[in-house]
């Protein structure tokens, strides 16, 4: 039986605007009713302090970047300091596409904000799903 | 006018800590002390963000930590920051016994009355850092 | 060669100091000449998530084997510290109660609870290598409850 391993899913700390937010909130919500069986949330903070038990995690396990901006803060870090993340999102770039505005407040989402975090969720969740695949 | 002090949060996605110290950095920066106080975000800053790096060089910085790791305050330092004022969540869970914040995504009552007593806290530096930097 | 063995689950490390003895109720124990220096395993304070409050019994205290002499609060649990012997409380660690989170730190070696003078053998406490295999079967049922730490 080959024995599969975790997504790390790893948000940005997104402090600047409600696009951190977001992707702290989409990555939470995957970790905790999505896919709680298959992920596992890297602390970004604590991954760039550096060798800690979620540098080495990301070493050897597939991760995923969610990003609140086009700065790719999650994406560089991971890849700086453990290996390329298999997969990444772009909320800003996502949520053009998808012609939405961001929510208003990046303390507390409101309702739309509250939708819009769970579709992001679900689309992380196809992600992490696509990776167990093809693992 | 004073540059505003920047107020840097952990952020920690791993424990209600993290989720307040955020909050409470919002709570600072947007409804108690706006244009008194800023905020960025702490991996641009250790990332190497050019105007990242310049506000911390040139502002005086308040950190916010969640938990004993200190990550904010340690990743602020390391990045040429001078820390004028550190807070730790769990220094003021210590304060206030009764409290028993569980959640992380979305707080709950406790972690929300907790985020306000810090952000409370922080603002009154906040006052102290610009009266003595007049 | 590592002082520690160690086991992995998800992202956690968990370690078990080589040579010391260990109680099924998660306290390390350190025989030093005619005593014991005691602690909490690092299994035990990473369950109970970051430390806030600690309460050792004062240096005098009669202790029982099974019973406390301690206690230590997170914001999920308050818990017991069970002491591994019968015998006397001869020192304890004076940094515990303005630094508990020491013991999440570095519950090994700065985070030590207490020295016990002994006065019941150890016998029945687990060697290192037992306490590992309990532990490997206890991070394997907690698993789900921690994770996301």
């Known amino acids: ?68 901006c086009g700065k790719l803060c999650a994406k560089k870090a991971i890849a700086k300091y453990s290996k390329e993340p298999a997969a990444g999102i772009d909320v800003e770039a996502l949520l053009k596409e998808w012609g939405v505005e961001p929510p208003g407040s990046r303390r507390v989402l409101d309702t739309d904000g509250v939708k819009m975090a769970r579709r992001l969720a679900e689309l992380l969740a196809n992600e992490v799903d696509e990776i167990m695949e093809a693992d | 006018m004073s540059k505003p002090i920047l107020v840097i949060p952990c952020s920690g996605i791993g424990k209600p800590f993290g989720s307040i110290s955020r909050d409470a950095t919002f709570l600072v920066c947007d409804e108690l002390r706006p244009g008194k106080a800023d905020t960025l975000c702490l991996s641009l800053l250790v990332m190497g963000d050019e105007e990242a790096r310049s506000k911390v060089a040139s502002s005086k910085c308040i950190t916010v930590d969640g938990c004993p790791l200190a990550c904010a305050r340690n990743n602020v330092e390391r990045s040429g920051g001078e820390v004028a004022a550190e807070f730790r969540v769990i220094d003021l869970l210590r304060e206030n016994r009764g409290l028993k914040p569980r959640t992380v995504t979305f707080l709950d009552e406790d972690g929300e009355k907790l985020s306000k007593l810090l952000a409370d806290k922080i603002a009154t530096k906040v006052d102290e850092l610009m009266e003595e930097a007049r | 060669m590592s002082e520690y063995y160690e086991t992995t689950a998800d992202k956690f490390v968990f370690k078990v100091k080589k040579g010391l003895l260990y109680s099924r109720e998660e306290v390390w124990v350190a ?119």
């Open chain 3, 31 to 149: 025989k030093e000449g005619d005593t014991l220096r005691v602690g909490v395993t690092d299994f035990a304070q990473r369950r109970g998530g970051d430390i806030v409050f600690a309460e050792i019994s004062k240096k005098g205290t009669q202790v029982k084997r099974g019973e406390p002499f301690g206690s230590y609060e997170t914001i999920k649990v308050v818990q017991d510290i069970l002491s591994p012997v019968d015998g006397v409380i001869m020192e304890i660690n004076p940094i515990i109660d303005s630094t508990p989170e020491i013991m999440n730190k570095d519950p090994f070696e700065n985070g030590w609870l207490a020295v016990m003078k002994p006065e019941s053998n150890v016998e029945g406490l687990l060697s290192a290598e037992e306490y590992f295999e309990l532990m490997k079967v206890k991070v394997a049922e907690e698993l789900k409850k921690i994770r996301g730490m």
């Open chain 1, 1 to 68: 039986m080959k024995i599969k391993p975790k997504v790390g899913v790893v948000s940005c700390s997104g402090e600047c605007c409600s696009l951190g937010t977001l992707s702290r909130v989409a990555t939470r919500l995957v970790l905790e009713e999505l896919r709680s069986d298959q992920t596992v949330t890297i602390c970004l903070p604590l991954f760039l302090a550096g060798e800690t038990e979620e540098n080495e995690f990301a070493k050897e396990h597939p991760t995923i970047a969610v990003d609140g």
